[in-house]
């Protein structure tokens, strides 16, 4: 996947203090104050660590990984700050619904964590101007269905892709172009590429070497002997903004999803049909590339002013043919367009949950080249 320029277009999206900012949207009236999300150990009242806070408490000096007692005691005094305890169902709730929107977007899609993911959209942006516009989008669309904001960085790969999206935090959206990437990356520190850890800094701040311009400049034989051939020769290219890493889907995806935006908005479901049948056999023939069955269908539609609707239904077994499929997604589909007659929908989608192996776990992966080429 290249653009005609021939570089690739991925970008790297993470959501601003995550647990934190899901908290903030449950309950509106957190917003402003110092917001501390815990993980309680029990033992007493205070202890356990900080599992992350907004950017009011950040203020403070509250960060992810310090003792509960220290936050509360940078916190001392301010009458409005508040803790609590991690919500993780809550947050993988909000997790799948905001991967499954981006996915929407994407061409390659790949979830490296709860609250972020790389996309390649090297098919879909024509230059990394049209890729900064649909950035912009992506975080549109977030922030008005989800309520959320987010980073995002847009590089030629995915290590220069995550330096960007950290680089401007948070609601950020930072483009590093390949003609301009030297300049962008020199000056900052080698603990900036992720691949180089604490260990490896440490071993190069020995070697004289602090920002990523002086490691551009250490012999590759060095790097080699120092570190090995595997990572002497990724921190060699890495320093010169070179990373081939593909954007790759993961195996164990726990959905299939397929978004369309139609060449004309709807505001009936029968002005969608053929739309809804294509998508309905688009996610059917992945499903059978990967060898899994679905139990839910859910229909997703994205209305002219962004809002984002959707309905599912679980059916009694497992199955992997389309009638099934494309009946029960345009019974969801008319039950949407039926609630309310003004819509104008812009984007349709079909997802597929549930999902369950009908084959051997080694056949999903043997089938995993076919799938990047098919989505
Ligand atoms: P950001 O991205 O700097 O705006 O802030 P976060 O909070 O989104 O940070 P990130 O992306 O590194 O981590 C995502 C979530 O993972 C975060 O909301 C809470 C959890 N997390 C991160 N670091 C820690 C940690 O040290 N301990 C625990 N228990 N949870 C953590
Ligand atoms: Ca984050
Ligand atoms: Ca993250």
């Given at each position: 996947m290249r653009t005609s320029t021939g570089s690739r277009i991925v970008m790297h999206i993470d959501f601003d203090y995550f647990y934190a900012q899901c908290e903030e949207v449950r309950n509106p009236s957190l917003r402003g104050r110092p917001l501390t999300v815990c993980v309680f150990s029990g033992r007493t009242e205070d202890s356990g660590v900080v599992s992350t806070a907004n950017y009011a408490a950040r203020e403070h000096g509250v960060r992810s990984g310090i003792p509960i007692r220290i936050a509360k005691s940078r916190l001392a005094g301010i009458s409005d700050a508040a803790f609590l305890p991690v919500d993780m169902s809550y947050y993988s709730e909000v997790s799948e619904k905001s991967m499954s929107l981006i996915q929407s977007f994407a061409g390659r899609f790949e979830q490296v964590g709860i609250d972020e993911c790389f996309i390649d959209v090297s098919e879909l942006a024509s230059s990394f101007e049209v890729a900064k516009t649909l950035a912009s989008q992506i975080k549109?669309?977030?922030?008005?269905?989800?309520?959320?904001?987010?980073?995002?960085?847009?590089?030629?790969?995915?290590?220069?892709a995550k330096i960007a999206s950290d680089f401007q935090k948070p609601d950020g959206l930072t483009v590093i172009e390949p003609e301009s990437l030297q300049n962008f990356i020199a000056n900052l520190s080698v603990d900036k590429i992720s691949g180089i850890g604490p260990k490896t800094s440490k071993r190069l701040g020995e070697l004289g070497v602090k920002s990523i311009s002086e490691l551009a400049g250490l012999d590759?034989?060095?790097?080699?002997?120092?570190?090995?051939?595997?990572?002497g020769t990724f921190i060699h290219n890495a320093a010169r903004g070179i990373?081939?890493?593909?954007?790759?889907?993961?195996?164990e995806s726990k959905q299939i999803a397929r978004i369309i935006t139609l060449?004309?908005?709807?505001?009936?479901?029968?002005?969608?049909?053929?739309?809804?049948?294509?998508?309905?056999?688009?996610?059917?023939?992945?499903?059978?590339?990967?060898?899994?069955?679905?139990?839910?269908?859910?229909?997703?539609?994205?209305?002219?002013?962004?809002?984002?609707?959707?309905?599912?239904?679980?059916?009694?077994?497992?199955?992997?043919?389309?009638?099934?499929?494309?009946?029960?997604?345009q019974?969801?589909?008319?039950?949407?367009?039926?609630?309310?007659?003004?819509?104008?929908?812009?984007?349709?989608?079909?997802?597929?949950?549930?999902?369950?192996?009908?084959?051997?776990?080694?056949?999903?992966?043997q089938f995993m080249g076919d799938l990047n080429g098919l989505s």
């Open positions: 549109d669309s977030i922030k008005k269905s989800l309520g959320l904001t987010c980073s995002i960085g847009v590089a030629p790969n995915k290590m220069l590759q034989f060095k790097l080699v002997e120092e570190f090995g051939r595997k990572t990373d081939e890493e593909p954007v790759a889907e993961s195996g060449k004309n908005d709807a505001s009936t479901s029968v002005e969608m049909s053929n739309e809804l049948r294509e998508l309905c056999q688009s996610v059917l023939e992945i499903a059978k590339a990967r060898k899994m069955a679905f139990k839910t269908v859910s229909v997703i539609i994205i209305l002219s002013n962004l809002d984002q609707k959707s309905k599912s239904k679980t059916l009694k077994t497992h199955s992997n043919s389309l009638e099934p499929l494309h009946s029960t997604a019974m969801l589909l008319n039950e949407l367009m039926e609630s309310d007659d003004s819509m104008r929908v812009r984007r349709l989608g079909v997802r597929l949950s549930d999902l369950q192996n009908t084959a051997g776990q080694n056949t999903i992966s």
